[in-house]
């Protein structure tokens, strides 16, 4: 089992990995609370030299060479991946002037030729990252002048939007409301897919790449109890930068993202190498529980799998399971399904949304999980997302759901075979596991933070005696009470 560590304990092991050697870089990773080792093993296999390795939770430090960044980003079990820059040592945190005065004190220490020179290299900005007073004041005022375009081209958008909705909903009206669901429906979805603010601000922007200034956004993340606020920290730090570089302010549309993490009395200045989080890289027809990619890789992780073997997700949703491992696990064949018809279509277009090469890796069925349409046997591994009883389903209906699924999935899996059942119901499927002898063993139970909800990971085994044989023992056992 992984001990995760103090916040001094910490500390003490940052300050250790930079004081390793210049020629290196520390790296911090984020993943979901709970699934720290699994994104320790993945770093310790693909990435070519560990110097040093710290871990709390949520988060992975480890220093190693610049040339293998790239690598590091096509890991899957990692969330985001930050390049720490400096961090404080004997911050006073109790008394306001102090605690800002030593904290902006952090962007002293770095070499910043050298971080941005890393940044650069993998987001791909061509712009000015050092420039003038006069260069930043002409950007600023493109900037500007770009926002109000932006600003005029929404408040279109939006009156288009209104008057298209009241068009639909006078038609539906006028025909009882039965004809013009569909459409309502499909008007919903053509909205939500149009294209946002971002997108608008790039496409309105029509400065060359090299003519642009680094726009840049301060973050903190703070936890414990201090004088100051997440958000004083960030208008603090934020201005000795701006003051310092000439980069241009800016919250959504900026270039890099400069990240403050306060916990206890463990503080660190970072960059973010991952504007977007590297879960949203597979699916993109989302479901009311879609589980994010990189929690889906964990949870295959987990299941052991070996080149060859089928795995089976018999409550697939939205397809996310499935989708990564087939993007993941190039060897081996995913077998997927659902009872609900709007699960399907979104696991169908996500699916289509894949490399071509990757589509014959994923069958996709409509199937009831109380009788799968498989003979026995016949799968290695299962990986699932079981119903929470929160957002999908609830607790007294998980009760019969899970006695009927996990006596299927028993069937239809290899003695010894291994099944990863992710749920928040802790307390009916336990119920059930003992209920079954030795159909099923735990072999062992990973905590789960997923969105503020302690989700629990179970990696069972199956046992070696056949269905039939435990259906006899437990007639037998309910015949003796």
Request: proline letters at 3%; a positive charge; one cysteine or more.
């Amino acid at each position: 089992m992984l001990k995760l560590l103090s916040p001094n304990k910490v500390q003490m092991d940052l300050y250790g990995l930079f004081q390793v050697s210049e020629n290196l870089v520390v790296l911090e990773a984020t993943v979901a609370s709970g699934l720290e080792p699994l994104a320790v093993s993945e770093i310790k296999e693909k990435v070519p030299f560990i110097s040093q390795l710290c871990r709390a939770r949520g988060r992975v430090f480890f220093s190693t060479y610049v040339e293998h960044v790239q690598q590091i980003l096509m890991l899957r079990s990692i969330d985001h991946l930050y390049l720490i820059v400096s961090t404080g040592k004997d911050i006073n945190l109790q008394e306001k002037d102090s605690a800002l005065s030593s904290v902006e004190k952090l962007i002293e220490f770095p070499n910043w030729n050298k971080v941005i020179d890393i940044w650069r290299s993998v987001s791909k900005f061509k712009g000015k990252c050092f420039p003038s007073k006069e260069e930043y004041l002409e950007a600023s005022l493109k900037e500007t002048s770009l926002k109000q375009i932006v600003q005029d081209l929404w408040k279109e958008r939006e009156v288009i939007e209104v008057t298209e909705k009241q068009h639909v909903d006078k038609e539906s009206t006028v025909c009882g409301g039965h004809k013009f669901k569909d459409k309502r429906n499909e008007l919903k979805q053509s909205i939500m897919r149009k294209i946002d603010r971002k997108s608008m601000y790039r496409n309105s922007d029509q400065r060359l790449e090299e003519d642009k200034v680094l726009k840049f956004r301060m973050t903190c993340y703070r936890s414990g109890n201090h004088c100051v606020t997440s958000q004083e920290v960030a208008c603090s730090l934020g201005g000795k930068l701006q003051e310092k570089f000439n980069w241009i302010v800016d919250l959504v549309n900026h270039d890099l993202e400069v990240v403050t993490n306060i916990r206890e009395d463990l503080v660190y200045l970072g960059i973010s190498l991952t504007p977007d989080s590297l879960h949203r890289r597979n699916i993109i027809n989302f479901g009311p529980t879609t589980l994010r990619a990189t929690v889906c890789y964990n949870l295959l992780r987990l299941a052991s799998p070996n080149p060859g073997d089928i795995i089976l997700d018999p409550l697939c949703g939205g397809g996310s399971i499935p989708v990564e491992g087939a993007m993941a696990l190039p060897g081996c064949y995913n077998m997927a399904g659902d009872i609900h018809p709007m699960a399907i279509s979104r696991a169908f277009e996500n699916i289509q949304n894949m490399r071509c090469e990757r589509k014959g890796y994923i069958d996709l069925s409509h199937w009831d999980v109380t009788n799968l349409p498989l003979r026995n046997a016949c799968v290695d591994i299962i990986v699932t997302d079981l119903p929470f009883g929160k957002r999908s389903g609830s607790k007294q209906n998980n009760q019969n759901l899970y006695q009927k699924a996990m006596l299927e999935i028993g069937r239809c899996i290899v003695p010894s075979g291994r099944a990863v059942c992710l749920t928040w119901d802790r307390a009916n499927l336990t119920r059930t596991i003992r209920a079954y002898g030795s159909l099923w063993s735990i072999v062992r139970i990973a905590t789960i933070n997923l969105g503020g909800l302690q989700a629990t990971a179970y990696v069972l085994k199956r046992g070696l005696e056949s269905l039939d044989t435990i259906l006899e023992k437990l007639q037998k056992r309910k015949r003796r009470k």
